[in-house]
Each structure stands twice: as structure tokens, then as C-alpha cells.
């Protein structure tokens, strides 16, 4: 049986890759869903009404709470601010793009980053597992994809640290007498958490199929090993018991 490290010589995993590529996919589609909506968190903005103006169209504006997430914030219901401002045209629970001048702080950035890195990780290792339903891949293609996976549960939890940012009013130097900023889970992060879950599950699934098949190969050896070994003994025997005779002494 000759094999390598990326091929084997044995069949592909055909349909037994079904339930990894399934989980993969769900937890690739849960992931994306949750991170690339404007609805991760829902930003909370509290303020003494006596120490602002409530006739400020601008402080109206920034002071409100709102759903964000790490792309995209959630419109609000601007009919209720002001009607006049131009700025403020936005549609209740329609997504917005931050503008490019804004700032993040290092918490918001790397959960931008963890983002990515778990479509990245988690799309290859979708891939890899529909190869793997027609392509033989040696063992350590799939042990591989299996700690990717875990990996890539690690990046999803981290994407949590959103609560950590100035966004949330995490390090963040005001007055907590006059405002107080927080965030609460929305349906983005409690579903990043499922999701977690479901890369783990994968991953999981992967090192399962991968043992199952090891074993099934190291049965199928030993079954034609000894029933070589039989053939062998047989034909051995065959010749001990039938010797060749002279036809000129018969």
C-alpha cells in the first residue's frame, strides 16, 4: 500500500464526508450571517437630559441607541430626530457602511480580523472536504483540516471582544455622570457563539470519519493478509500430498 502525506492509495471518503461538509457549511453560513450583518450588538447610549440639549439635532443623532455590528450599523427611524437633516436619511433596519474616516480601537479591529479569518479557514476547509468526496486524501490532509477547524472556533469566540471596544464604552475616559455607553448581545453575537459550536462539532466529525476509515483499511489488510497466508498454506499442502511420479515406472 504505498501512500503519502497529502494522498492514499485507498478510496476517497465519498458520502461518509457528508456530515463534516454539512456541519462545515452551516457553521460557515451561521459565521458569515452573524459577523457581516449590522446587528452583532446593540448598542446602548444613556445621557442626563439636563446636561445636554434635546433640541440638538446632532447630539439627538449621536446619542441614540442603535443595533451595530462589525461592518455595518442598523438605520434608525430618523422622522424621529429631524426632518430637515440631510444626515440623518436613513431606514429602520436597513444596514450602513461606516464611513471610511471613522476610527477603531484595537478590540474592534482584531474582531474585524477574527471575522475574516474564520471565512477564510472555514471556506477552505469546505473545500477540502468536497475534494475529499472524490479525491483519496491521505490522513493528514484531514487531521489537518480538523485542528483548522478548531482553530477557526477559537477566531469565532474572539469576535466577543466587540464588547471590549470604545464602541461599547470599553476603555474609554468620559463621564459616566453625564453618558453611559454599553452593549447588549443582539441575535449577531449570540449566533457567533452557536457557531463556535458548530466549528467544533466539525471538526469533531472530521477526526470521526478519519478513524472510522483508518480502521476499516487496517481490517480490510489484515483480511488480505490472511487470506494470502491461507493461499499459501494450501498451496503448500497441495504439493506435499500429490508427488510427481515416473511415467516409466508406471
Known sequence: IQSSFFLHSNHALGWKAAVPLVTTLIALASSNSASKWCSFVYRVIEFDNSRFNPTNPIQSYLFVSRNIGLWSYE???YTEVDDDMFALDENLGKCYLYPE???????????????????????ATAIVLLASTF???????HWISSVVLVVTAIME????LIYKSTFCGGNRDY????????CNASWGSSLSIVSVFIWLFGAYSIASVVEKREHERNLTQ?????????????????KASSPLKDPLLS
Not at 479525491?135 to 490532509?141: E, H, R, W, Y
Not at 469566540?157 to 466577543?160: M, P, R, S
Open 157 to 160: 469566540g474572539l469576535t466577543q
Open 101 to 123: 474616516e471613522l476610527e477603531f480601537d484595537d478590540y474592534f479591529e482584531f474582531a474585524r480580523m477574527t471575522s475574516v479569518f474564520t471565512a477564510i479557514t472555514g471556506g
Open 222 to 238: 489484515r483480511y488480505i493478509g490472511d487470506q494470502e497466508e491461507h493461499l499459501v498454506v494450501v498451496s503448500t499442502d497441495t
Open 75 to 77: 438605520g434608525i427611524d
Open 135 to 141: 479525491c483519496p486524501f491521505g490522513k493528514s490532509v
Open 175 to 182: 463621564d459616566e455622570s453625564r453618558i453611559k455607553i454599553y
